[in-house]
């Protein structure tokens, strides 16, 4: 979304200092508030039933009806950007998870900081998990109210490792152990070729997207960007040698299927059919969910991620509610989003794990409670410094779209890791050009 097409609908960028907190108002009935979010609404299937019924028992009690905007076959920020420079924006929209809008609203000054409101309504800030707040926090201001937090984690299946004398690996993010030199042999000894390939088994898949290259990247001791987020830092000796260290896993060891394998399937799919003995996955906990729908037939859980020599790591990503400064009914906006974001809204976003992390530890106190949690599950929540997160950059959909394409040539086998990473430097640093 570029900048300049909706810096008009926006108004200037003017100084994002904390404001003093404003008087409560009574509340507008009859109103309806536009509300964007990716995905819907909580309208899935497996939400509707639950969730659908709390937000109508808010619209009854408030008067005030929920309108979620229709984004259709658009991309989620196309449309966003068509609503600001057609001056009809949501009073509403999400940011994070995939096609982030953060960045890049925040470059045009459209967010309204939500300190003010939080100070006003004495929300407890000492219930949420501080990351999950720390997601949304940019120069010490929050602009979004979180509604959960999603780690990248690894899924095992027992039946795999049993058949080759191993013992899953521990689920603790402290312990010691489990590099990515134990995760290449384990890989080794689970791999079995036939006669026909498509019912080969690979040791391990964890090459996907951006994530689990970037956890890799981390725990050989670089980074995707320098500490100012001036430039790309994706050819550093550190970050090219996590990243060969992947690659060597489809093309030197063969453990891990490579584009070519996975043509017709998905890494879900083999994972399910037992063709997939280590599955790396971002925002895991919701995975979790699909995995008990997919019932595979063996027993299986959540470990952690191989070591590397400057540490374990799992990248976050959440999603929040944020309020546009152009809401014609800014008060109302905020009910909502303190309705969507309290205890008893949230319970049911989070029920027996599926929705992630919840952002308040009251709440997910409650799901840990739960006898159906997956072995690992309880330590995933218990992350602390493991854990890390994307930064906040104007153009964070291009960069992060770019970065996959290129990465995609080395899991392909067309191209080397260094000759990705020089590539990447040279096409990523003029988009950091964009600031926050």
């Known amino acids: 979304m570029p900048a300049a097409a909706v810096a008009s609908a926006c108004g200037p960028l003017g100084k994002r200092a904390q404001e003093a907190s404003p008087a409560a108002k009574e509340l507008k009935r009859g109103i309806k508030l536009g509300v964007m979010v990716k995905g819907g609404f909580y309208t899935e299937h497996q ?38 420079a057609a001056g009809t924006p949501p009073d509403l929209v999400s940011i994070g998870y995939s096609q982030d809008p953060f960045g890049i609203l925040l470059r045009v000054g459209a967010l309204a900081p939500l300190d003010p409101l939080m100070k006003r309504d004495k929300l407890d800030a000492a219930d949420y998990y501080p990351y999950a707040l720390e997601h949304f926090r940019v120069k010490g201001t929050q602009w979004g109210l979180p509604q959960s937090t999603n780690p990248t984690l690894m899924f095992h299946n027992r ?37 026909d390939p498509a019912k080969n088994v690979f040791g391990t898949g964890v090459a996907d997207g951006i994530k689990t290259p970037a956890v890799a990247i981390w725990s050989y001791g670089g980074d995707l960007f320098d500490k100012d987020h001036t430039k790309s830092t994706m050819d550093s000796p550190q970050a090219v040698d996590g990243l ?17 394998q996975m043509k017709g399937t998905n890494a879900r799919t083999m994972f399910r059919t037992g063709r997939i003995g280590l599955l790396g996955w971002g925002q895991a906990l919701e995975f979790v969910d699909r995995v008990k729908q997919d019932k595979p037939a063996f027993p299986w859980g959540i470990n952690v991620f191989p070591r590397g020599n400057a540490g374990r790591f799992s990248v976050t990503i959440g999603w929040a509610l944020s ?22 809204f ?82 990523v640093n003029p988009l950091l050009k964009d600031r926050v």
Do not use: C
């Not at 659908?52 to 920020?77: H, K, Y």
């Not at 060969?244 to 070519?260: C, F, G, N, T, Y």
């Not at 602390?384 to 959909?397: D, G, M």
């Open 47 to 84: 939400d509707a039933a639950v969730i659908q019924p709390a937000l109508a028992q808010w619209q009854t009690r408030t008067g005030i009806t929920v309108d979620p905007i229709d984004v259709g076959e658009s991309p989620f920020n196309e449309k966003l950007q068509v609503l600001l």
């Open 159 to 195: 039946d795999l490792l049993t058949r080759a004398g191993l013992q899953p690996p521990h689920a603790s993010w402290k312990a010691p152990g489990f590099t990515w030199g134990d995760l290449t042999t384990m890989a080794q000894a689970m791999t079995t070729r036939g006669e």
């Open 244 to 260: 060969q260290m992947l690659a060597d896993l489809i093309h030197k060891h063969r453990v891990h299927p490579s584009p070519e």
């Open 323 to 344: 309020l546009l400064k152009a809401s014609r009914y800014p008060d109302e906006a905020w009910e909502l989003t303190k309705h969507a974001g309290g205890r008893d």
């Open 346 to 427: 949230l319970r049911l976003v989070a029920r027996e794990g599926r929705g992630g992390i919840s952002p308040l530890k009251s709440v997910m106190a409650e799901v840990l409670a739960s006898p159906d949690l997956p072995p690992g599950f309880k330590e995933a929540v218990d992350m602390t410094t493991e854990l890390r997160r994307y930064p906040v950059l104007a153009q964070w959909n291009e960069i992060s779209d770019l970065i996959i394409k290129q990465l995609n040539r080395v899991w392909q086998g067309s191209a080397s890791v260094r000759q990705v990473t020089s590539d990447i430097v040279t096409e």
